[in-house]
């Protein structure tokens, strides 16, 4: 049987730690070093974003968190041991992206469950909704 989008989250959900927004902030206030990785396309992560956070799509995520690559994203690949919260929109590909790294040996990895979406609240839209660092 052929497996749909919901599929393989389903399936990365299942085994990922999930964190709701509120959470997600209470580990940026509280804890040291959490890294903040938005898994959206460039485009919509220039739309907008969360303060911090660093960009890396999900369509190159391997390949940025493979030290070994010809061409890693170096501070995602120094971060293996630092607690990462990821997200995207809605939460699927960020929890995709948290199986990955998970898999890829990275110690403590968390979705933030609902995405940037949740987050925000249903009243936000990206544009003009997360402001970008200084």
């Known amino acids: 049987m052929?497996?749909?989008l919901k599929d393989f989250v389903t399936e990365a959900r299942s085994r990922i730690r999930e964190v709701d927004p509120d959470t997600a902030e209470e580990m940026l206030e509280e804890r040291e070093g959490v890294m903040i990785l938005d898994v959206r396309e460039p485009d919509e992560f220039e739309?907008?974003?969360i303060p911090g956070a660093?960009?890396?799509?999900?369509?190159?995520?391997e390949s940025a968190a493979d030290p070994d690559y010809k061409n890693p994203h170096?501070?995602?690949c120094r971060a293996r041991e630092r607690p990462i919260l990821l997200y995207c929109k809605s939460g699927g590909r960020s929890a995709m992206a948290t199986a990955t790294l998970q898999d890829m040996g990275f110690e403590e990895?968390?979705?933030i469950a609902g995405g940037a979406a949740v987050w925000?609240?249903?009243d936000c839209t990206w544009e003009g909704a997360?402001?970008?660092?200084v």
Request: aromatic share 4%.
């Open 130 to 133: 997360l402001k970008e660092d």
């Open 2 to 4: 052929a497996k749909a």
């Open 47 to 49: 739309m907008g974003h």
């Open 120 to 122: 925000l609240g249903d």
């Open 74 to 76: 170096r501070e995602l």
């Open 109 to 111: 990895v968390y979705n």
């Open 54 to 61: 660093v960009n890396v799509p999900r369509g190159t995520l």
